[in-house]
């Protein structure tokens, strides 16, 4: 079946200018994550959706940074007057219900690599 | 200190050889652990569960020594195409899992 799919693959921006990426989790999961990936660092969180819940949005990094998942299937993450150190790999995630705590396997999307200049 | 730990290699290692990672975790309330492997460009897939009476699959084994707060993943006659980066993740039972930064192996031939 399709996995987790991300657009666009790549994305390169002014200094200043907003983005948003696109992430289509697998069919009939209803948790959803959002990653930031920068040169030689883990992965980093930045939120999750689970259900109708409200999402945790402790791990953005600004306000400049939001995500909404509409009809509890796609989410976008927008990132408002993006900055240099913006540039990195976004990767989104999604596994069944999130509510296994923590032994769900969790499936990536490929990620969209925005670049900042 | 890092929530995960991990050395960063790269390991070379020839064709055909065993080699071993750990993964050192702060957090002793941490409840799972799962080795991903990633690929240059690529998204990270996962590679293994790590369960605590150690687990194996084929020619990986994964090790969890909770004393001592970290986990291990041994690969035997190893092949070309397990040149990857490994990432060491640990879950405090809840949604959030944390990353390590990965451990680069490269297979030579």
């Known amino acids: 079946g399709a996995g987790v799919s991300q657009s666009p693959s790549n994305k390169v921006t002014e200094k200043g200018k907003d983005v948003e990426l696109r992430c289509d989790p697998i069919?009939?999961?209803?948790?959803l994550y959002w990653y930031r990936q920068s040169l030689g660092q883990g992965l980093e969180f930045l939120i999750y959706?689970?259900?109708?819940?409200?999402?945790?949005k402790s791990g953005l990094p600004s306000d400049r940074f939001s995500a909404e998942r509409t009809g509890g299937s796609v989410s976008t993450l927008t990132i408002q007057r993006t900055q240099q150190e913006d540039s990195a790999v976004y990767l989104c995630?999604?596994?069944?219900?999130?509510?296994?705590?923590?032994?769900?396997?969790?499936?990536f999307g490929p990620g969209t690599r925005l670049l900042v200049l | 200190r890092k929530e995960v730990e991990q050395d960063p290699g790269p390991f070379n290692v020839p064709e055909g050889a065993t080699v071993a990672f750990n993964c050192t975790y702060s957090?002793?309330?941490?409840?799972?652990f799962f080795w991903y492997r990633q690929d240059c460009r690529k998204e990270p897939k996962l590679l293994m569960s790590?369960?605590?009476s150690g687990n194996e699959d084929g020619r990986f084994t994964a090790q969890l020594n909770r004393a001592s707060q970290y986990i291990s993943l041994l690969i035997r006659d190893s092949k070309l195409s397990d040149s990857a980066t490994y990432l060491c993740?640990?879950?405090?039972?809840?949604?959030?899992?944390?990353f390590g930064t990965g451990t680069r192996l490269k297979v030579l031939a």
């Open positions: 069919s009939g999961h209803t948790a």
């Open positions: 957090n002793s309330a941490s409840q799972s």
């Open positions: 995630a999604s596994s069944l219900d999130g509510l296994a705590g923590g032994a769900e396997t969790q499936y």
């Open positions: 959706f689970q259900g109708n819940s409200a999402p945790d």
């Open positions: 790590v369960y605590s």
């Open positions: 993740v640990v879950n405090l039972g809840t949604y959030k899992y944390i």
